[in-house]
Protein backbone atom coordinates (compact mmCIF):
# COMPACT_ATOMS: atom_id res chain seq x y z
CA UNK A 1 0.00 0.00 0.00
CA UNK A 2 1.41 3.43 -1.28
CA UNK A 3 2.10 6.74 1.44
CA UNK A 4 -1.22 8.03 -0.58
CA UNK A 5 -3.70 5.44 0.23
CA UNK A 6 -2.54 5.15 4.01
CA UNK A 7 -3.37 8.60 4.31
CA UNK A 8 -6.82 8.36 2.64
CA UNK A 9 -7.47 5.87 5.25
CA UNK A 10 -6.67 7.60 7.84
CA UNK A 11 -9.11 10.09 6.87
CA UNK A 12 -12.05 7.65 6.63
CA UNK A 13 -12.08 6.99 9.95
CA UNK A 14 -11.74 10.37 11.25
CA UNK A 15 -15.02 11.43 12.62
CA UNK A 16 -18.01 13.59 10.75
CA UNK A 17 -19.36 15.03 14.01
CA UNK A 18 -16.58 16.86 16.60
CA UNK A 19 -19.65 17.95 18.89
CA UNK A 20 -23.47 17.38 19.10
CA UNK A 21 -25.48 20.09 21.08
CA UNK A 22 -29.23 19.95 21.81
CA UNK A 23 -31.32 23.42 22.33
CA UNK A 24 -35.08 23.77 22.63
CA UNK A 25 -35.07 24.76 18.72
CA UNK A 26 -33.21 21.78 17.75
CA UNK A 27 -29.49 20.97 17.59
CA UNK A 28 -26.38 21.30 15.83
CA UNK A 29 -23.26 19.56 15.07
CA UNK A 30 -19.91 21.24 14.94
CA UNK A 31 -18.29 19.63 11.44
CA UNK A 32 -14.94 21.12 11.31
CA UNK A 33 -13.27 23.59 14.37
CA UNK A 34 -10.13 25.44 13.30
CA UNK A 35 -8.75 28.52 14.75
CA UNK A 36 -10.10 30.57 12.46
CA UNK A 37 -12.87 29.27 11.32
CA UNK A 38 -15.70 26.72 12.39
CA UNK A 39 -18.28 25.32 10.65
CA UNK A 40 -22.02 23.60 12.28
CA UNK A 41 -24.72 21.59 10.34
CA UNK A 42 -28.08 23.27 12.45
CA UNK A 43 -31.25 21.44 12.66
CA UNK A 44 -33.77 23.55 13.35
CA UNK A 45 -37.94 22.56 14.22
CA UNK A 46 -40.92 23.29 13.00
CA UNK A 47 -41.96 26.54 14.36
CA UNK A 48 -38.96 27.48 16.08
CA UNK A 49 -36.57 29.62 16.12
CA UNK A 50 -33.02 30.53 17.53
CA UNK A 51 -32.48 34.15 19.61
CA UNK A 52 -32.36 37.28 18.19
CA UNK A 53 -28.57 38.00 18.73
CA UNK A 54 -25.33 39.45 17.46
CA UNK A 55 -21.11 38.64 17.98
CA UNK A 56 -18.46 40.68 18.50
CA UNK A 57 -15.74 38.33 17.49
CA UNK A 58 -16.86 36.38 14.08
CA UNK A 59 -19.14 36.89 11.02
CA UNK A 60 -20.98 34.14 9.52
CA UNK A 61 -22.32 32.71 6.18
CA UNK A 62 -25.65 30.79 6.14
CA UNK A 63 -26.63 28.19 3.38
CA UNK A 64 -29.91 26.40 3.38
CA UNK A 65 -29.61 23.04 2.71
CA UNK A 66 -33.44 21.95 3.16
CA UNK A 67 -36.31 23.51 4.39
CA UNK A 68 -37.83 26.98 4.41
CA UNK A 69 -36.54 29.77 6.99
CA UNK A 70 -37.13 33.41 7.72
CA UNK A 71 -33.88 35.23 8.65
CA UNK A 72 -34.06 38.34 10.72
CA UNK A 73 -30.94 40.61 9.27
CA UNK A 74 -30.73 43.78 11.69
CA UNK A 75 -34.30 45.40 10.81
CA UNK A 76 -34.53 43.60 7.40
CA UNK A 77 -36.85 40.21 7.23
CA UNK A 78 -35.33 38.20 4.25
CA UNK A 79 -37.04 34.50 3.17
CA UNK A 80 -34.84 31.71 2.35
CA UNK A 81 -34.97 27.96 0.88
CA UNK A 82 -33.07 25.16 -0.14
CA UNK A 83 -29.78 26.24 -2.41
CA UNK A 84 -29.93 30.33 -0.66
CA UNK A 85 -27.69 31.84 1.30
CA UNK A 86 -26.91 35.02 3.52
CA UNK A 87 -23.88 36.93 4.72
CA UNK A 88 -24.07 38.29 8.61
CA UNK A 89 -21.26 40.98 9.32
CA UNK A 90 -19.71 41.05 12.75
CA UNK A 91 -22.32 43.12 15.16
CA UNK A 92 -25.26 42.21 12.99
CA UNK A 93 -28.72 41.71 14.39
CA UNK A 94 -29.41 37.92 13.79
CA UNK A 95 -32.09 35.19 13.78
CA UNK A 96 -33.39 32.01 11.92
CA UNK A 97 -36.78 30.89 12.04
CA UNK A 98 -37.83 27.45 10.90
CA UNK A 99 -41.13 28.29 8.68
CA UNK A 100 -41.50 25.30 7.36
CA UNK A 101 -43.98 21.63 7.98
CA UNK A 102 -40.39 19.73 8.14
CA UNK A 103 -36.99 19.73 9.89
CA UNK A 104 -34.59 22.98 8.62
CA UNK A 105 -31.11 22.36 8.14
CA UNK A 106 -28.67 24.85 7.17
CA UNK A 107 -24.85 25.28 7.21
CA UNK A 108 -23.13 28.17 9.54
CA UNK A 109 -19.96 28.70 8.68
CA UNK A 110 -18.18 30.94 11.66
CA UNK A 111 -15.13 33.49 10.67
CA UNK A 112 -13.21 35.21 13.09
CA UNK A 113 -10.57 34.93 16.07
CA UNK A 114 -13.05 33.59 18.41
CA UNK A 115 -16.39 31.23 18.23
CA UNK A 116 -16.82 30.95 22.30
CA UNK A 117 -20.72 30.77 23.03
CA UNK A 118 -19.47 34.15 25.62
CA UNK A 119 -19.54 36.29 22.20
CA UNK A 120 -23.26 35.47 21.78
CA UNK A 121 -25.40 38.54 22.77
CA UNK A 122 -28.87 37.91 22.87
CA UNK A 123 -31.25 40.24 22.75
CA UNK A 124 -34.60 38.32 22.50
CA UNK A 125 -34.79 34.79 23.53
CA UNK A 126 -38.18 32.44 23.25
CA UNK A 127 -36.89 30.60 25.98
CA UNK A 128 -35.40 32.10 28.53
CA UNK A 129 -31.93 32.42 27.88
CA UNK A 130 -31.96 36.39 27.86
CA UNK A 131 -29.69 37.76 30.51
Known amino acids: MDQFQNKSMHKQSK ?3 FEEDHRP ?3 YQVIS ?3 DLK ?3 IFVY ?3 RLSLQRHQRRTEHWFIIHGQAMVTLD ?3 TCLETGKSLD ?3 GALHRIMNTGMEILAFIEVQTGDYFGEDDIE ?3 DDYGRVP
Open 15 to 17: PDV
Open 25 to 27: WGY
Open 33 to 35: DEP
Open 39 to 41: VKK
Open 46 to 48: PGK
Open 75 to 77: SRE
Open 88 to 90: IPR
Open 122 to 124: RLE
